[in-house]
């Protein structure tokens, strides 16, 4: 897969970037653990990309499990670990809608990604892609032209793509790699 720093990454966060707890939520930041895989592939991903940007369901803090300011201590304690290892987010969009049906914003509906693109204005969904670790995922990248990539962090697919897919691998430094060995040649 040839890119250039013209591209742009959108990354889900539970299971792709820290450890997803199925159904569960990460409450707090004390919560909050990457997967070892993720440091050094969002150091790689830093060199391939001129924007990356984590988009996110977080409907636990409208259900009351947890609140907004749990989210955004979660979110920077994400910024601290990925930043000093050589990483780089640019903008963290959250959805805190309960209703997927009435949802402009919640997965698989693609308004986290308009507003990024309102917000950086180079963002061209063709070359864009989208990681994330479920359906609706690859459905919200879809929906906008984008590359998609599944992360089976759960080891539940076997490899298996569906028709939503492009890419599947089993972690985020696994698809660093390939870019990596891909754009080297």
Same mark, same amino acid.
């Given at each position: 897969?040839?890119?250039?720093?013209?591209?742009?990454?959108?990354?889900?966060?539970?299971? &792709?970037?820290?450890?997803?707890? !199925?159904?569960?939520?990460?409450?707090? %930041?004390?919560?909050?653990?990457?997967?070892?895989?993720?440091?050094?592939?969002?150091?790689?991903?830093?060199?391939? *990309?001129?924007?990356? &940007?984590?988009?996110?369901?977080?409907?636990?803090?409208?259900?009351?499990?947890?609140?907004?300011?749990?989210?955004?201590?979660?979110? %920077?304690?994400?910024?601290?670990?990925?930043? !000093?290892?050589?990483?780089?987010?640019?903008?963290?969009?959250?959805?805190?809608?309960?209703?997927?049906?009435?949802?402009?914003?919640?997965?698989?509906?693609?308004?986290?990604?308009?507003?990024?693109?309102?917000?950086? !204005?180079?963002?061209?969904?063709?070359?864009?892609?989208?990681? $994330?670790?479920?359906?609706?995922?690859?459905?919200?990248?879809?929906?906008?032209?984008?590359?998609? &990539? *599944?992360?089976?962090?759960?080891?539940?697919? $076997? $490899?298996?793509?569906?028709?939503?897919?492009?890419?599947?691998?089993?972690?985020?430094?696994?698809?660093?790699?390939?870019?990596? &060995?891909?754009?080297?040649?």
């Amino acid at each position: 897969m040839l890119i250039d720093n013209t591209w742009t990454l959108f990354l889900d966060r539970d299971g &792709v970037i820290n450890i997803d707890t !199925p159904g569960d939520y990460c409450r707090n %930041a004390d919560q909050f653990h990457l997967f070892e895989t993720t440091l050094p592939a969002m150091k790689l991903f830093n060199d391939f *990309f001129c924007k990356i &940007v984590v988009v996110t369901n977080q409907r636990g803090v409208s259900k009351g499990i947890m609140t907004e300011e749990d989210l955004k201590g979660i979110h %920077a304690k994400m910024m601290s670990l990925v930043i !000093p290892a050589g990483g780089r987010i640019d903008k963290i969009y959250y959805c805190l809608d309960m209703d997927a049906e009435t949802s402009t914003h919640r997965k698989p509906k693609p308004g986290m990604a308009y507003d990024a693109q309102r917000d950086f !204005p180079s963002i061209d969904f063709i070359k864009s892609i989208m990681i $994330g670790n479920n359906i609706s995922d690859m459905q919200f990248g879809k929906a906008v032209g984008m590359t998609t &990539v *599944f992360i089976d962090d759960r080891k539940e697919r $076997g $490899g298996i793509k569906s028709e939503e897919m492009d890419f599947i691998f089993d972690n985020l430094l696994e698809f660093a790699h390939l870019l990596k &060995v891909s754009n080297e040649k």
